[in-house]
């Protein structure tokens, strides 16, 4: 077909005369998938085991927030600085699907793409022990912005290359081991780094320090990329101009009402993360925010998203992701409402575990979820536009936070986001599950056959 690129291969001796070059070209994928499962999946688990480490630390609601309330003594400027890395991600995730859904390989573009956010994280480690008071806070700021604009096109990037590599049926329980084995590291790098770098004041500034271990080990975690197989695609589109997919986008949305209400109540969840800079803020007008406590907060947050990501997986693995992102929405209000209670330490790391275990499971749902729609070819615009309308609420909402913050008191904020995650799960309830809707098309009722040697093997189509 012109435009489609097929792989050169000779058909095997089980191949009949009858399969088409679509059909072969099909099948050369998917067995290219099948044999490097296994040194792909250990691939894809040690660049989460290093690699996501300094990304948690920096999206955690715990350092970063309370770094640039140090430096500013604003909480409506931490909400603003904050949401320039999200308004990042949100403007570059459509542009980052039209570099990537016209190629037959991704994965030079995500080396690539993977050190220059790295850079960011060095950026903010080094502007942190160079720079101070004002200076300081505007060069946090261009670092973030910086760090959101490639992480849009890194997330868009890597969650398609992980739907070619990840069979579904597998996907759920190597994502949890993944977000496991990585949690775990954050949270000991978390600790560590809140106990003994920011209460020490390491290197004359333990955020710096923080950030700088952040910076190691997620670039020793991107070196395990190098290690993985992809599959070169024989189905991908023709390149084609950013305004011109652009205008193509509400075609898409029209196509599939199911996935318009997944990414209205996903942008509704992100909406509702105005609180989370807020966080350990607010738990700081209850008890001492010291650099010991700041670790033991972290390390909480991190290790419930960790320890809980295995029960996401395999959830998800059974009952499909759609029930995990109606569960972890309603942990997160549950937790949430806990924190606003809570008044004593113990109380606070309740919360704080609620809250991780429910941010672990809605971005486990929510990156997969959205694999689940469409076909392939459409797979990179489906993410971009679903990252967008969650990124663009997720920076207005740290600045409408700050704003409420500034003026009112802390419970106005966290009711808000309580009564947007409400009405984001109202919406998730009429969403019919994917899994659901294609084994209707698949196999329709009354109608009995034997599974093509393609159809048998196919997981995710």
Not at 136 to 154: E, K, P, Y
Not at 162 to 177: E, N, V, Y
Not at 288 to 301: F, H, K, N, P, T
Request: aromatic share 10%.
């Amino acid at each position: 077909m012109t435009g489609e690129r097929t792989p050169e291969r000779v058909a095997g001796p089980d191949e009949g005369p009858d399969l088409s070059a679509h059909e072969q070209a099909e099948r050369c994928y998917l067995q290219h998938v099948d044999q490097h499962l296994p040194r792909n999946a250990r691939a894809y688990l040690a660049h989460g085991m290093l690699g996501m480490t300094g990304f948690r630390l920096v999206t955690a609601p715990t350092f970063v927030p309370a770094y640039l309330y140090l430096l500013s003594g604003s909480k409506l400027t931490v909400g603003i600085v904050l949401s320039a890395q999200y308004a990042g991600m949100a403007a570059s995730s459509i542009w980052g699907a039209t570099l990537i859904e016209h190629r037959p390989r991704v994965l030079p573009l995500i080396y690539l793409v993977g050190w220059l956010v790295r850079a960011q994280i060095l950026g903010l480690a080094l502007s942190a022990l160079w720079l101070s008071g004002e200076a300081a806070l505007v060069a946090a700021g261009i670092f973030l912005l910086l760090f959101g604009l490639l992480n849009g096109v890194q997330n868009v990037s890597f969650n398609y290359l992980t739907s070619k590599i990840i069979p579904l049926a597998r996907r759920g329980r190597l994502t949890a081991l993944r977000n496991f084995c990585g949690g775990l590291t954050a949270a000991a790098v978390a600790w560590l780094g809140g106990r003994y770098l920011v209460g020490n004041q390491v290197l004359g500034n333990g955020y710096a320090a923080t950030f700088l271990a952040a910076f190691v080990l997620t670039s020793i975690g991107i070196s395990a990329l190098t290690q993985m197989r992809e599959p070169t695609l024989h189905d991908v589109r023709l390149p084609a101009g950013f305004l011109r997919r652009l205008a193509e986008v509400p075609a898409l949305l029209r196509a599939d009402r199911d996935f318009v209400r997944f990414f209205v109540a996903r942008a509704l969840v992100a909406s509702g993360m105005m609180a989370m800079p807020f966080y350990a803020i607010y738990a700081g007008t209850h008890i001492d925010l010291s650099g010991a406590v700041l670790g033991y907060m972290s390390l909480a947050y991190l290790l419930a998203q960790t320890t809980s990501s295995l029960a996401w997986g395999r959830i998800a693995d059974r009952h499909g992701y759609r029930l995990v992102f109606l569960a972890s929405i309603a942990l997160w209000v549950a937790a949430t409402l806990l924190l606003l209670c809570g008044t004593t330490l113990p109380g606070v790391l309740l919360a704080f575990c609620g809250l991780g275990a429910a941010f672990g499971g809605f971005f486990i749902s929510a990156d997969n979820l959205v694999m689940e729609f469409g076909s392939r070819k459409d797979r990179p615009m489906l993410l971009a536009v679903s990252d967008t309308a969650t990124y663009a609420m997720m920076a207005i909402g740290p600045v409408c936070g700050g704003l409420l913050a500034q003026g009112v008191r802390f419970w106005v904020v966290f009711a808000l986001a309580i009564v947007v995650k409400c009405a984001a799960f109202v919406l998730a309830l009429r969403i019919v599950d994917p899994r659901r809707r294609r084994a209707a098309l698949e196999h329709p009722p009354g109608l009995h056959r034997h599974p093509t040697p393609i159809q048998s093997r196919r997981t995710d189509p």
